[in-house]
């Protein structure tokens, strides 16, 4: 498990504020600073009104299954630029042995989260009384890195959900009789995670569901290219938000940080786009050499408990010097 570091500072005069209940947060602006390493091998799980902190290692899992009734399957696209997902109509397990890649079309899940923006969506026909019925489809995951050898690229069949219970089939290409896979979802988290390489169920989330708010971490986003004029798709360091009720507006350079208030905060309207916050808060400098943090981008957050905050990035490196530790100023609007 990485090294996660967090600093706490009071700051500013204080007039008398009237009886707060919850949560117990200090008073004031407070400064938070996370240790994803210089080759981002951590992310890092924070929840404002408690400050909250953990840390784990990126990576470790490859699909998972919500536990809503949206049936939301998610993919670790950030794994690899060339992680993907594709997929063949009525196409039987056993005789698809070979793939050639230039004659697919290629997705990935969009990180803003909403469901028909997934690799896997539509992957079901039908969900009636707590049971999802599948579509006849064979999905191809590219998982990108050579090293992988024969699990490069996997192979899976959905065959339906059942409560909290998703099957499916998976082989690598090769593979003539399939791993069959049982994986519950449980209300109290998100997702379900499961891991091809270690092929098995994975723990992702360190809290439960109702008590995190953002996750600093590794994804891939599809990015505009000014100088080409062309998008293309990077993996990117950046936040993204819990799917459950967190919701995120960005305020660039148009309002003062120190003049924002609970009034304020509540007359906007917020996004539940999963990346709001994102990972443009930081820039490369070719002049200094280094990423440079714009503090001018504030971010205001409602959390799950009707919590509003006022955040906003101030570093991306620590006292040594080294990249992949991004500090951040916020405060509790009261």
Request: hydrophobic fraction near 35%; charge should be neutral; include cysteine.
């Amino acid at each position: 498990m990485g090294l996660l570091i967090l600093f706490f500072t009071i700051s500013g005069c204080e007039k008398d504020e009237r009886l707060y209940s919850a949560p117990d947060v200090p008073i004031g602006t407070q400064s938070a600073t996370f240790a994803m390493g210089e080759n981002y091998e951590n992310q890092l799980w924070f929840e404002f009104s408690t400050q909250k902190t953990a840390s784990n290692a990126f990576g470790l899992w490859d699909i998972a299954f919500s536990w809503s009734e949206k049936n939301n399957i998610i993919i670790n696209t950030g794994k690899h630029s060339n992680y993907g997902v594709t997929y063949s109509e009525g196409t039987n397990f056993r005789d698809f042995r070979f793939i050639d890649v230039s004659k697919y079309e290629w997705t990935f899940d969009n990180p803003n989260g909403h469901s028909d923006s997934l690799s896997f969506s539509g992957w079901w026909e039908s969900y009636q009384m707590g049971k999802a019925k599948p579509k006849d489809r064979l999905y191809i995951i590219n998982r990108g890195v050579d090293s992988l050898g024969s699990k490069k690229f996997i192979k899976l069949k959905m065959l339906g959900r059942e409560g909290a219970s998703y099957h499916f089939q998976w082989g690598i290409l090769t593979d003539t009789i399939p791993h069959d896979v049982y994986i519950s979802a449980k209300n109290d988290y998100n997702y379900a995670y499961y891991s091809f390489s270690s092929e098995k169920e994975v723990f992702n989330e360190p809290f439960t569901r109702d008590n995190w708010d953002m996750v600093i971490t590794t994804y891939k986003q599809t990015v505009t290219e000014e100088t080409l004029g062309t998008t293309l798709p990077y993996i990117l360091r950046g936040v993204l938000t819990n799917p459950n009720k967190v919701k995120v507006l960005e305020l660039n350079n148009i309002v003062d940080f120190n003049t924002i208030d609970l009034k304020y905060a509540k007359a906007l309207i917020l996004s539940d786009f999963l990346n709001e916050i994102g990972y443009d808060w930081k820039t490369w400098s070719l002049t200094a050499n280094k990423y440079t943090v714009n503090q001018k981008k504030i971010f205001i957050i409602l959390d799950a408990k009707g919590n509003y905050f006022k955040m906003r990035f101030v570093d991306f490196y620590n006292d040594k010097g080294e990249k992949g530790y991004p500090k951040i100023a916020w405060e509790l609007l009261k």
